[in-house]
């Protein structure tokens, strides 16, 4: 369904510029050893997938292919289908737990560049709760699909107390397009927003799952970068695996100064494993709160042009969510 179009009309205030387009696509991963869900309470995780495919830069720089999962991944098969493979990428981790570094620069009008995100809460921010913000963590930036693909599949595992442990496979419970713009909301100040638009579930599915995790049909979030060398207390990622710290290079560590939080201006920030932001939310009407309009490619989709689908193929995770709007 690509990355449809926007329509920005003409008013004072507020004034947005476009940073990024793309598609946006929402998972969830029932709990260990629970095939089935049947409320928020039966989630582990909520993962959110972002293939930027234009903006103000066709050449976007990420991090080096050979470093962080992505370079873990090199040359490894899906997981659970070798437990010594895991086991070099969890050993490879622990040695080097730092994030994604180095530079390769990635045009995103030409090849893939897809961004695993896990949200700290089992839920996007509530709309109705503006002042609370969530954290978010990139764990995977790659150019390679199949590294998403094998991310979302079912995992094994034992534990000393615990014995045989399996975690389900992740299921497909959104999928749109997204914007991440500027917001010039005086003269001298401004923040970033991440704003979607849901495509998939249809508009009459029930969207339970959606409606339990906050997924709302349209969204906008004021979105800000961590600096990773400000430390402090405050975690919201506890029982996140592999959590890393993002090592971001000079030129975007530069912007934050002595700062705590920035915004995500470039968006080159979401490009470096470790990195972690904050949600706010800020609206669930992107037309009354920005004065733009995001338009889909189509506006009455069904699965046979799902791009989730054609992406990741038909049998890689559960769809009823994404079709249906139920849970599974």
Known sequence: MGQGQELIKTRNDPQVEIQERGE?????????NREEVHSADDVQRL???LRPESGEKAVEQKQSPDSGKEGAKSGLSSPGSSHSHDNDEDKRLKEHPEGGHGIKEVNIEKEPLLRLIIMGKKALPDPTKKSRPFFGFVEMVTTKINDIRDA???EEYDTKTRGHRKNPKARAVGEGVYRILRHKYSENRMH????????LPPKDAKNEPQGELNIEREGSFIIQIKNPEQGGSRSDFRGVQSKRKAVFPAHL???FGNKRFGPDDPTDFLNYE??????????????EELGLELKPETE???PGCSDLVKMFGPDCVPTAPLFEGTWT
């Open 24 to 32: 946006i696509f929402f998972f969830y991963r029932p709990k260990v």
């Open 47 to 49: 993962y959110i997938v």
């Open 152 to 154: 979302l599949q079912e």
């Open 192 to 199: 970033t927003h991440l704003v979607y638009k849901l495509e």
């Open 253 to 255: 560590q530069g912007r």
């Open 274 to 287: 470790g990195g972690e932001f904050l949600l706010i939310s800020a609206s669930d009407d992107i037309e």
């Open 300 to 302: 009455e989709p069904n």
